[in-house]
């Protein structure tokens, strides 16, 4: 279990309470690495009392940090965001802010950005409102920027069942052509597989959508080699169960290979997807593990050539206990790096949940994520790993006082030693979250939101942690 290392930004309304705790905050501080998340900066994005989020973020020339989102949001309507810092070291600049709605259309949202090889963002998203705010519910948006924040160009898509559309991930190949994956909404198919590919000048070059044989299939992500050949997966729908799906396309669009993964009794569903090297394909997901409420972590290692199954590890955290993935990533050696949440049947609590694993499949470690209490709540959704095999995961974690917190651990690939929490929260008592993080080198950055009061409402957040 972990103790609570970070340094927390301290909320007036609780000023009492943590006097109160001093000796053993004092406690917890010192038995902290002296470098332990510290904050180099903080910035974010605030428009009014309504809500503003960071969804995701990725790095560009020169020190830009591009940062994808919505602002100004409700139930009912929202505005796509992307905002350009450039990271001076010990200081952040805005260089632009870019918000986008369709005409006629309540709502729109980012939930994906990339950065191509000649800086050009692009980012991935949905038009409109899900439901049940809106029968009609939502599209698919990709739309490209330039550096200096010029629109150069938007393209759409929506399904053929004319009812929901929403982006689970979004892919570059060498050239700039983005390859997107969605669940869509299919005519009497249910929700399916949904892949787009949109040509670096504009425009959709193919579709390509799956339909499983049980009316419900959703995409987890996408992995895209240099080449532009493209992997999506997913949980599909067979009978009362759900099987791992996994697809590659070429370039141009045609099919290469189908692998399925599924279990006699109990589901399997996936949560990420992650290329190592350009020889094979991880998917990660969760499978039942044959006790009572229970679900481990699995990963399934596929040739890229043919879809044949390399191997398939799963990783528990008890007999009881229910992992998911939310988010993987891996490091130049194809080991991988998983966040998502096991729920504590001791305790009755869901905390956050990392583990790691090799290339060959074995396992490294796997850890909890939780503050102050064991039988507090928490959650992992977003991760990041650089080349050499330092990795971050953020969510969300429950503190005695404070909420829900802004929540990140680092992993070093030096070990525990060098490695940290950090947990902070808005000037109120909120939700406050990490949507994504980013490891680059020496610092972490690591975005979401932090509930400000009414004044204004939740607001993006973005911070620069060193390692």
């Not at 309507?77 to 450039?86: G, M, P």
């Not at 290979?257 to 394909?281: E, H, K, P, Q």
């Not at 009881?320 to 130049?332: K, L, P, R, W």
Request: hydrophobic letters at 40%; glycine letters at 14%; a negative charge.
């Amino acid at each position: 279990m972990s103790a609570r290392r970070g340094f927390p930004l301290v909320r007036p309304l609780v000023l009492a309470l943590v006097l109160l705790l001093l000796p053993l905050a004092a406690a917890a501080v010192a038995a902290a690495p002296a470098n332990a998340g510290l904050v180099v900066w903080h910035t974010g994005y605030s428009f009014d009392g309504r809500a503003d989020s960071f969804m995701d973020i990725a790095s560009g020339p020169g020190g830009a940090i591009y940062c994808a989102g919505f602002t100004k949001g409700t139930e009912e309507s929202s505005t796509l965001l992307l905002a350009k810092y450039v990271d001076n070291g010990l200081t952040v600049d805005l260089a632009w802010t870019k918000t986008f709605t369709k005409t006629g259309v309540a709502g729109s949202r980012a939930t994906q950005v990339a950065v191509d090889r000649a800086g050009n963002v692009i980012v991935a998203g949905t038009v409109g409102v899900a439901p049940p705010a809106s029968a009609r519910g939502r599209d698919v948006v990709v739309i490209k920027y330039s550096p200096a924040g010029v629109r150069k160009w938007r393209t759409f898509y929506a399904g053929p069942g004319g009812r929901d559309d929403y982006v689970t991930g979004l892919g570059l190949d060498r050239s700039g052509n983005a390859y997107v994956s969605a669940t869509s909404q299919g005519v009497h198919t249910g929700f399916d597989f949904a892949t787009v590919k949109v040509r670096k000048r504009g425009g959709r070059a193919w579709v390509q959508r799956y339909s499983g044989p049980s009316g419900r299939d959703e995409t987890a992500g996408i992995a895209v080699l240099p080449s532009g050949d493209c992997f999506v997966s997913g949980s599909s729908a067979n009978g009362s169960h759900t099987r791992a799906v996994t697809i590659r396309y070429s370039a141009a669009g045609a099919f290469r290979w189908r692998a399925t993964y599924s279990t006699d009794v109990g589901g399997v569903n996936v949560g990420a997807v992650n290329l190592m090297g350009s020889s094979a394909v991880i998917v990660g997901g969760s499978m039942w593990n044959g006790n009572a409420e229970g679900n481990d972590l699995v990963f399934l290692k596929y040739r890229a050539s043919n879809g044949s199954r390399m191997w398939r590890h799963a990783v528990g955290n008890g007999e009881m206990y229910d992992e998911s993935i939310a988010a993987m990533d891996t490091d130049a050696s194809g080991a991988l790096y998983a966040a998502g949440s096991t729920h504590d049947e001791n305790f009755g609590a869901t905390h956050g949940f990392t583990a790691g694993m090799t290339a060959a499949g074995g396992e490294l470690w796997t850890d909890e994520l939780w503050v102050d209490l064991a039988s507090n709540d928490a959650g992992l959704q977003a991760t990041d790993a650089d080349a050499a095999g330092d990795s971050a995961a953020g969510g969300w974690a429950q503190t005695v006082l404070a909420g829900n917190d802004f929540a990140v651990r680092y992993r070093s690939h030096l070990g525990s030693a060098a490695s940290w929490d950090f947990t902070t929260g808005g000037l109120v008592i909120g939700d406050d979250v990490c949507r994504a993080v980013l490891v680059d080198g020496a610092v972490t950055y690591a975005a979401g939101e932090l509930y400000d009061g009414a004044a204004t409402g939740t607001d993006a957040a973005l911070f620069k942690l060193s390692h």
